[in-house]
């Protein structure tokens, strides 16, 4: 049973067609910009085109992957995070990877249970990202904390995360339910910036 919260983040799964793949956003990150992105936490594209942090019940665009960068001293660094107030070089490539597409699959864990008559059936409902992780991860693994926050499920009202299915977890001996403290689930995005809403069914 899933009764350890160790949130992973939204970790691309699959897409419709072909295998999960990031695309390259030329445009990057501003130089400087203060706040840290980690692997698989939720980014969106802001006014100027470029790559931030998301936000809880807003739209996103997917998922930071990676970002390979110039420094102030013209050394190449490539890394799996963004640093809060890195600087780079001005005139070199700032290249940053997001899985953006609108037909992607996600896995990540809720931060409780998500069995309820009052919310099932669970598949079709919508919910948003956890509020006090959804930009946390380590600093030594580069790797996000975020979550799924079972308290914004919804069947009617517009969430951020669309549920699709239980995720089949060998981690977990096949032993996942909605019931669990902690179920692992498999999500499209329903806030998408490139795409209307819809709400959950």
Same mark, same amino acid.
């Given at each position: 049973?899933?009764?350890v919260?160790?949130?992973?983040?939204?970790?691309?799964?699959? /897409?419709?067609?072909?295998?999960?793949?990031? !695309? !390259?956003?030329?445009?990057?990150?501003?130089?400087?910009?203060?706040?840290?992105?980690?692997?698989?936490?939720?980014? /969106?594209?802001?006014?100027?085109? #470029?790559?931030? /942090?998301?936000?809880? /019940?807003?739209?996103?665009?997917? @998922?930071?992957?990676?970002? *390979?960068?110039?420094?102030?001293?013209g050394?190449?660094?490539?890394? +799996? &995070?963004?640093?809060?107030?890195?600087?780079? &070089?001005?005139?070199?490539?700032?290249? @940053?990877?997001?899985?953006?597409?609108?037909? #992607?699959?996600?896995?990540?864990?809720?931060?409780?249970?998500?069995?309820?008559?009052? *919310?099932?059936?669970?598949?079709?409902s &919508?919910? +948003?990202?956890?509020?006090?992780?959804?930009?946390?991860?380590?600093?030594?693994?580069?790797?996000?904390?975020?979550?799924a926050?079972?308290?914004s499920?919804? *069947?009617? =009202?517009? =969430? #951020?995360? !669309?549920?699709?299915?239980?995720?089949?977890?060998?981690?977990? +001996?096949?032993?996942n339910?909605?019931?669990?403290?902690?179920?692992?689930? !498999?999500?499209?995005?329903?806030?998408?910036?490139?795409?209307?809403?819809?709400?959950?069914?």
């Open positions: 049973m899933a009764t919260l160790n949130g992973y983040g939204l970790r691309p799964v699959y /897409a419709e067609g072909h295998f999960a793949q990031s !695309r !390259r956003y030329d445009f990057g990150i501003a130089s400087g910009y203060a706040t840290s992105l980690f692997q698989y936490q939720p980014v /969106a594209v802001n006014a100027s085109g #470029q790559i931030v /942090a998301a936000s809880v /019940a807003a739209d996103f665009i997917g @998922v930071f992957m990676g970002v *390979t960068y110039f420094d102030a001293t050394l190449p660094h490539s890394y +799996n &995070q963004w640093i809060s107030g890195t600087v780079v &070089q001005t005139g070199q490539p700032l290249w @940053v990877w997001v899985h953006d597409d609108i037909n #992607q699959t996600y896995q990540i864990q809720a931060d409780g249970s998500l069995s309820s008559s009052a *919310t099932s059936p669970v598949i079709g &919508q919910l +948003n990202f956890t509020t006090s992780n959804i930009g946390t991860g380590s600093t030594v693994t580069g790797l996000s904390n975020t979550t926050s079972a308290a499920l919804t *069947t009617s =009202g517009q =969430g #951020q995360l !669309r549920i699709v299915e239980l995720a089949p977890s060998p981690a977990l +001996n096949g032993a339910t909605w019931s669990d403290a902690y179920p692992e689930i !498999r999500v499209k995005i329903a806030r998408h910036q490139y795409w209307a809403n819809k709400t959950a069914v």
